[in-house]
């Protein structure tokens, strides 16, 4: 996808990521524990200050949210979130490619967690090669070797 672009996230796209999570991540959420505005909030200001953030952006639009932490025994993707009315258009996949296709320049797995009432996500990765190697109460672990 030759449009598709992605740049370091500023003070200032911070309510930008924020909003995107939520609208992307919300009814799942929901579903385990409950939305709580205020905790959301902190929990995202706490990440925001604490990982590199970058902006998705497909022609020059800002479209979603990504953070990959590169860790000595893996790639690891803490967030993928596409607005909506962007999804459903391959965007999610040509994010997870590029990941993967880095992660194997250095010979690494690429592991990430979904949320276990999420379906449609864990699909999605599956579909991409991850497998399941675990889970916790409230998450299914995933990998994907090289």
Request: with cysteine; glycine share 4%.
């Amino acid at each position: 996808m030759k449009n598709l672009k992605f740049r370091q996230a500023t003070d200032s796209d911070s309510e930008f990521a924020y909003q995107t999570k939520k609208v992307a991540l919300r009814e799942y959420v929901e579903k385990v524990w409950d939305w709580d505005e205020d905790t959301q909030r902190q929990l995202h200001d706490r990440r925001y200050s604490s990982q590199e953030f970058q902006v998705v952006q497909l022609s020059g639009q800002d479209i979603g949210i990504l953070v990959v932490v590169r860790e000595p025994a893996c790639i690891k993707v803490n967030q993928l979130y596409i607005l909506p009315e962007y999804q459903n258009r391959g965007i999610g996949e040509a994010c997870m490619i590029h990941i993967i296709q880095d992660a194997a320049t250095y010979n690494l797995p690429v592991r990430l967690q979904v949320l276990k009432v999420n379906n449609r996500t864990k699909t999605f990765y599956q579909r991409l090669g991850f497998q399941i190697t675990g889970q916790s109460e409230t998450h299914i672990l995933m990998e994907r070797t090289s």
